[in-house]
T-cell receptor, first 110, second 113 residues
Framework: DVKVTQSSRYLVKRTGEKVFLECVQD?????MFWYRQDPGLGLRLIYF???????EKGDIPEGYSVSREKKERFSLILESASTNQTSMYLC?????????FGPGTRLTVT | EDKVVQSPLSLVVHEGDTVTLNCSYE??????LLWYKQEKKAPTFLFML????IEKKSGRLSSILDKKELFSILNITATQTGDSAIYLC?????????????FGKGTLLTVNP
């Protein structure tokens, strides 16, 4: 069974803090993705990576950066958290079309 | 303009009802369409559809793709409360990076006892 884990289920941070969200997959997948999910807006792609040290912007990359130093780990970084980044963050990995999702991190920025 | 559009955005039914969820998509560079179910946390994969007119079935769930009219439907028969979830439709488009999906906004299905 594919397993995608995320470092926290719930996170509360203050405006201006630097925030790290970690995602780890155990299936040796090349592709990894970060989404945010908001009511009425669905799943929106922030960044994705198709290889170690490779990354591409998704649809809403502003205010975010990513890091992929190892194949199994993909980190999402909020350089200076803002209240409009309060959301559910979902990580996914894939080797083909089917993406496997982690349980999500609900981030609240106050 | 959204590439993948789902309707309705929310739906409330009673146990035993049959429901049909809709997903229309943009045709340019389209390759395949995927359905996911999301309960409290991670979306889980249901179906991938590439060919028109071929029904995919899993228990009470079935789905079909119409490449002429550019839509897919997800049918759930004899609904149960456990079917309550957000159902997500996603399109895979050729071009750019491989395996990137474009998701619709989802349909929130509530099945009442």
């Amino acid at each position: 069974d594919v397993k995608v884990t995320q470092s926290s289920r719930y996170l509360v941070k203050r405006t201006g803090e630097k925030v790290f969200l970690e995602c780890v997959q155990d299936m040796d997948h090349e592709n990894m993705f970060w989404y945010r999910q908001d009511p009425g807006l669905g799943l929106r792609l922030i960044y994705f990576s198709y290889d170690v040290k490779m990354k591409e912007k998704g649809d809403i990359p502003e205010g975010y950066s990513v890091s992929r130093e190892k194949k199994e780990r993909f980190s999402l970084i909020l350089e200076s958290a803002s209240t409009n980044q309060t959301s559910m963050y979902l990580c996914a990995s894939s080797s083909s079309y089917e993406q496997y999702f982690g349980p999500g991190t609900r981030l609240t920025v106050t | 303009e959204d590439k993948v559009v789902q309707s309705p955005l929310s739906l409330v039914v009673h146990e035993g009802d049959t429901v049909t969820l809709n997903c229309s998509y943009e045709v340019t560079n389209f390759r395949s369409l995927l359905w996911y179910k999301q309960e409290k946390k991670a979306p889980t994969f249901l179906f991938m559809l590439t060919s028109s007119g071929i029904e995919k079935k899993s228990g009470r769930l079935s789905s079909i793709l119409d490449k002429k009219e550019l839509f897919s439907i997800l049918n759930i028969t004899a609904t149960q409360t456990g079917d309550s979830a957000i159902y997500l439709c996603a399109g895979h488009y050729i071009g750019g990076s491989n395996y990137k999906l474009t998701f619709g906004k989802g349909t929130l299905l509530t099945v009442n006892p």
